[in-house]
DNA sequence: CCTTTATTGATTGATTTTGATTGAATATAG
DNA sequence: CTATATTCAATCAAAATCAATCAATAAAGG
């Protein structure tokens, strides 16, 4: 039997059912519940159904449209793989900052597997992805910046000085090594620089195409950056970063 | 039997005979009455039941808040007169705020016939519908209530306070003359206060069904309301607003 | 035909849930 | 108000369930 047709039958089952055990998945499909477990898993990360201990729960609203949505995606595999590599840097119980962009959106999409996480945002893109997640999830307020979808300007300082995270996942629009991350807003750089300067870590995820491009406005740090998190990066600029005392990630298919 | 079952029937069975023991829970479900203990506990801490000595009551006048992922919305066509008799209060260049719930969203739905407004609100429903509308819109910060799927808490405390609106549309779960609004939860309440005690003028927007409910916190407002639009509402409770100095608009279909 | 990849079921140690037991807190009766 | 009887929350060991791993099998591709 092929994993699409199980899982037609599971949410079918549940429909009737409601709330189903991993032995009664596995006793109606006849497959062992090993195999339910990985299907149960591989549905409750896309929002098909509640898992529950012991077995799942029918979900009511199976996949409405996430809001704020946007299409338009460019290096989607790359991204994929620099987000993999980030949430390996994430723990349960973590407080973490996510930035706008899509990188980071791929990340978000990503922290299903994790648990009990504090996640501190000013993407609405974000924050919709994690609506449902059952993560402690609190937004900086702000102008709204349609472009990006993101709460930018002076209004989101005051949340975000009276909060503390540990790892803050950076976007950008460009990346030098003589002016480091730029992007196109002076509010939404402005945003930024608060975030990093009240992380302990800062950690910008970043595919190749955004080095040796720059924007409008820098975002200055006052400290090296913490770990940068890429798919291919050129061995002078790296050596350069590892020298000011920033871990270079570079994700190959292992993750 | 899994804790998701044991819940449901919980709730059922409550609705049945309002109160309940521990003993005769754990009984009717034949688990031990530890077990029965924590799922009234956490049933209790979400909000589900009323935790008495000994066992579990039905929550009497405790509406159950609606869900925002529900489809079948109640008093569609109340609430929809209702938003156009408020979108009748605002003219063009106003500063706005706009709170959460579904009679709200309405209204947000309708400001496209208006320009240039300063939009500031709470709720992701309402920001996400007027994304790309040209407003300027503006965000409070917040812990991020799933249910409501609004921005609440302290935390939303310092914009709200350094803003200044001139009309907050205000929406609510129960109507009472001696308790005023209530909410179902604290934070949702004490954001609502924020915002109330800074806006110029407070408009409430409910539909007659609120009336005579109550839900479990208030929101405590120094001031009588300075507008209340709904769309049926008996003489008494009218006068007595109008005597506090309230205006009463009820929208018939003329708008 | 052989190699590579993906899927399955079994096994393992780790995690979660459960029911029993305990002392503390609360309610009831006198 | 005190004494007694329930009920409660905390703790712990046992049972159930889980995620991770591995070998066997099936499928795909060269």
Redesign the pocket.
Known sequence: ?L?AEREQRILQLLRDSDVL???ALSEALE?????I??DL?GMHERGLLERI???AAFKPDAMPEPLFADKQEQFTEAKQKIAAAALAMIRDYDTIFLDGGSTILKLAQLLESRRHLTVVTNSLMAAAQLMESGHHLILCGGEFRALSRTLVGPLSKPILESIAVDKAFMGTIGFTLSDGMSTTDANEAFTKEQVMRRAKQVILLADHSKFGTRSLVRCQLDRPLDVLITDAIDDKLRQALVDLGTEVVVSDGSC
């Open positions: 039997m994993t055990t991993v032995g497959v062992s519940e090993a195999t477990r990985r898993q201990h012991g077995g």
